[in-house]
């Protein structure tokens, strides 16, 4: 079993607010992140797959492949975007970094054709990364 | 669902690597420069990684906020800028990043409710790193 990684940047906007939270608790659970009218990151998106290498190719995947499944299923979708606005899963799910890297999986993990999915890495920040295994 | 979320913090310390039990030879030949009597400091880059559902409602697996200030309060104020040669916690042991990795791990094992702890990785330099998860293997 092999892994391989690939990393890609996307930026986006996003607030985080629940409609059946009163607005001082809004405020209180998500405090700057609450504020209405959106704030942006620069996400750096690390996906990860397995798989055996293949003895003709040399490879666990072909990278095009890969690239071209992340621009057209995940990049497309959410880079430059208003996350709760534009991206579906956002209108009734609250964009938290934890979110994002469920919704990556979700949208990559049916597309994936040899290599197997193993993790979505998405950094919000240097400092505040999620990771997620598919692990329900 | 569930996913691991991770959260970077620095803090600076000094410290100095001697062995009671050994002699000055083998502290000298066992701990190099870092055995110097009055000790070095590093830039410490502390990774805390816990773990839990993704609660449907906040859509976090715990707040960041709660996490920062446990953080703080329990790690950041009582190592940096500290000789921890000097803290209780390295009275028995050597201040080597292995045992600091270890005992922070502790403290946030023991005192943070909000999630799970699933490791706890620590930057000496940009050269070493140390993680420590309590018994269990590593493998993400
Ligand atoms: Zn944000």
């Given amino acids: 079993m092999v892994y391989l990684t690939r990393k890609a940047e996307f930026s986006a906007s996003h607030y985080y607010h629940n409609p059946d939270f009163t607005p001082e608790e809004n405020r209180r659970i998500f405090g700057k992140c609450n504020n209405p009218n959106g704030h942006g990151h620069n996400y750096t998106l690390e996906v990860t797959v397995k798989g055996d290498v293949d003895p003709r190719s040399g490879f666990v995947v072909d990278l095009k492949q890969l690239k071209e499944i992340l621009n057209r299923e995940v990049l497309d979708a959410l880079d430059h975007r208003f996350l709760n606005k534009e991206v579906p899963e956002f209108f009734t799910r609250i964009p938290t970094t934890e979110n994002l890297a469920i919704a990556i999986w979700q949208r990559l993990a049916p597309k994936l054709k040899t290599a197997q999915l193993h993790r979505v890495r998405v950094y919000e920040t240097q400092d505040l990364f999620v990771d997620f295994y598919g692990e329900v | ?140």
């Avoid at chain 2, 691991?4 to 803090?11: A, C, E, S």
């Avoid at chain 2, 062995?19 to 880059?45: D, F, L, Q, V």
């Avoid at chain 2, 800028?81 to 990043?97: A, D, K, M």
């Avoid at chain 2, 990795?101 to 403290?107: D, F, L, T, V």
């Fill in chain 2, 1 to 140: 669902m569930k996913a691991h979320l991770t959260r970077r913090y620095m803090f600076s310390a000094s410290h100095r690597l001697h062995s009671e039990a050994m002699s000055a030879e083998e502290n000298h030949s066992t701990y190099g420069k870092c055995n110097n009597p009055h000790g070095h400091g590093h830039n410490y880059a502390l990774e805390v990684t816990v773990s839990g559902p993704v609660d449907e409602h906040t859509g976090m697996i715990c707040n960041l906020v709660d996490l920062d200030n446990f953080v703080d309060r329990e790690i950041l104020e009582r190592f940096d800028h500290q000789n921890l040669n000097t803290l209780s916690e390295f009275s028995g042991e050597v201040p080597t990043t292995e045992n600091l990795c270890a005992s922070i791990y502790e403290i946030v094992q023991e005192g943070f409710r909000h999630a799970r702890l699933e490791k706890v990785r620590l930057e000496e330099t940009m050269m070493n790193s140390f993680e420590y998860a309590g018994g269990a293997e590593i493998w993400r």
